[in-house]
């Protein structure tokens, strides 16, 4: 059943972005976008035995989007896509939504988020979903089963649905810049008064910066101008996605085809199976370098190099040429003995 994680995510994934691209978090909009898509018809084809376990599948693969780091509008969507899931299953009981109990925080700062934003739908929705009993409260996220290793398979987050970073900019808000400002100035005045007109060359008593809130000020500022200046590369990375592929498939074609014509045109040396067969070679090829153009040697045998090295007189020669048997060993003087011939087998007829 694991083997359809990949593609649930997939086919999630994509109805998300497409929630994604209206800008908006109304329960109306991703039910059109729903019909549109017939995602109901995820749970068709399902024997009876693998209802079940379809079903938390897929639940599980959607509950993923509910948590952070994903965006408000993303977890939004998670949260209409689980309310979705669970009413179109076909599994009776309904398998309910394993809901971890450290995942319980971020669900209620979620709803109480929603609920200041003035979202009720998304409210309405969680609020539905727990009165159905549709939440299984359970320790872990996943099952976990006694005495089996599982290998944790890290899935990819998809950056498009990834919150923008905005702490800085929701920490140093221009209030607390006023009152950093205003802390900082009675803070200078109190040090003046209290030391004395020599010390205050000192510059061990100046524990804060001068230019400590125009600083932080600057700061987030260049850190506002550089997402800016991010979202806008990417664009123009996305919208420059099909000419940029096509150039880097033809130049990968290019050098396919040079590391071929250089493979193809030397001669490799056989292994030592084949080396008895000559290496043939194309002189004629243009692109072969001057290694190409060169076969190997074959070396002369062990017994034609001894005898172009030795010099023996006619008689020695003879008795050195000759076979000499393991049974001649035994006497010196004796001769060698002929093999005596095999005689040949002959197949007696039978007559009927």
């Known amino acids: ?50 209802k079940r376990q379809f079903s938390r599948l897929v639940l599980d693969s959607a509950y993923s989007f509910l948590l952070p780091p994903f965006s408000f509008q993303i977890r939004v969507g998670g949260l209409y896509l689980l309310y979705s899931l669970y009413h179109c299953q076909s599994a009776s009981p309904p398998e309910q939504i394993r809901l971890a109990l450290k995942d319980w925080e971020d669900l209620k700062k979620f709803e109480k988020d929603a609920s200041n934003a003035q979202h009720h739908d998304a409210v309405y929705i969680l609020h539905r979903l727990m009165f159905l009993k549709a939440f299984l409260f359970t320790a872990m996220p996943t099952v976990l089963v006694y ?17 923008r970073a905005s702490c800085p900019q929701e920490l140093i808000t221009a209030k607390l810049l006023e009152d950093l400002s205003s802390v900082h100035d009675l803070y200078e005045k109190l040090k003046t008064s209290v030391c004395s007109p020599s010390e205050k060359a000192d510059s ?70 084949r080396r008895h067969r000559q290496v043939e070679v194309d002189f004629t090829s243009s692109e072969a370098g001057p290694s190409s153009g060169s076969s190997r040697i074959s070396k002369p045998s062990l017994k034609s190099r ?22 001649c060993l035994t006497t010196i003087d004796s001769a060698p003995e002929k093999p005596k011939p095999l005689k040949k087998f002959k197949w007696h007829q039978e007559w009927t």
């Not at 994934?13 to 209206?22: D, P």
């Not at 010099?311 to 008795?319: A, H, R, V």
């Open 147 to 163: 005495k089996k290793k599982r290998k944790a398979e890290r899935s990819m987050l998809c950056e498009e649905f990834m919150e």
């Open 204 to 273: 061990s008593l100046s524990l804060i910066n001068k230019d400590l809130v125009p600083q932080l000020r600057d700061t987030v500022m260049d850190f506002y101008k550089w997402q800016q200046r991010k979202e806008k590369s990417d664009e123009e990375d996305d919208s420059g996605e099909g000419t940029s592929s096509q150039q880097a498939c033809s130049r990968r074609a290019e050098q396919l085809a040079l590391i071929k014509s250089k493979a193809y045109g030397q001669a490799l040396e056989a292994p030592k199976s």
């Open 306 to 327: 001894v005898s172009e090295t030795l010099q023996m007189s006619g008689d020695l020669w003879k008795e050195a040429s000759t076979t000499t048997y393991i049974n």
């Open 1 to 50: 059943m694991d083997f359809y994680r990949k593609q649930v995510k997939s086919d999630c994934e994509e109805l998300l972005s497409r929630f994604l691209r209206t800008d908006s978090v109304r329960f109306e909009i991703f039910a059109k976008i729903w019909r549109e898509m017939k995602f109901s018809h995820i749970f068709h084809g399902t024997t009876k035995h693998e």
